[in-house]
């Protein structure tokens, strides 16, 4: 099987050509979409996890929350990879109102551009969340396999916060930025650890 990925046209490429085109000179894909895709792989370190738990007659005690985990952690991957594609289509907006410098810039592009940020640090929360179930009992070598898959939403979720400040950034009207960056905190918190997400 090919490691593969979708560009912005949905094209399905071989994982080196899609390496190839973030390495090259054009804008994009950027940062926002190496984000998701790396939060891609944080939630299918946590479905594997889960799936790895499930066939041990030794966690029987973990297989609901396991079963739970693996349905949740299938379904988050393609919508991560949406909010990748979504990340592209939205910096492609924004650049392009960015360019229009003698036109009063509507703030409609940068505030669509940062909403998909929140979403990305969103589901970050969720796959930390997901990891947490499994933590107690699954032992060092999972229990490893899992703190990469929270390293890496963290690292996304970083990631996202930074490219939101930067859309946002600017914007004359602060009601809309303001409610963006409250939620895009109140997100960083659960991805952090600072709050306990329920469930």
Known sequence: MTDSTTDRAGEELPLGRWLDAVASHRPLPAGG??????????????????????????????????????REAAALRPIILGIGLDDDRAYEALMAARKEAS????????????????????????????????????????????ATACHLARAAAR??????????????????????????NAAMDKVLGRVTPPG
Request: hydrophobic share 50%; glycine share 8%; proline share 6%.
């Open 159 to 184: 990631a996202a916060r930074g490219n939101l400040e930067a859309d946002i950034k600017g914007l004359t009207d602060e009601s809309p930025a303001a409610d963006l960056t409250g939620r895009a």
């Open 33 to 70: 979409r190496v984000a998701a895709i790396t939060l891609t792989f944080g939630a299918a370190l946590v479905e594997k996890i889960g799936r790895i738990v499930l066939r041990s007659t030794s966690r029987a005690a973990l297989h609901p929350a396991a079963a739970e985990v693996v």
């Open 103 to 146: 036109m009063p810039q509507s703030p409609a592009p940068a505030l669509a551009a940062a909403r998909v940020q929140l979403q990305l640090i969103e589901r970050c929360a969720d796959v930390v969340r997901l990891a947490g179930r499994l933590e107690n009992g699954v032992g060092p070598a999972l229990g490893a396999d899992l």
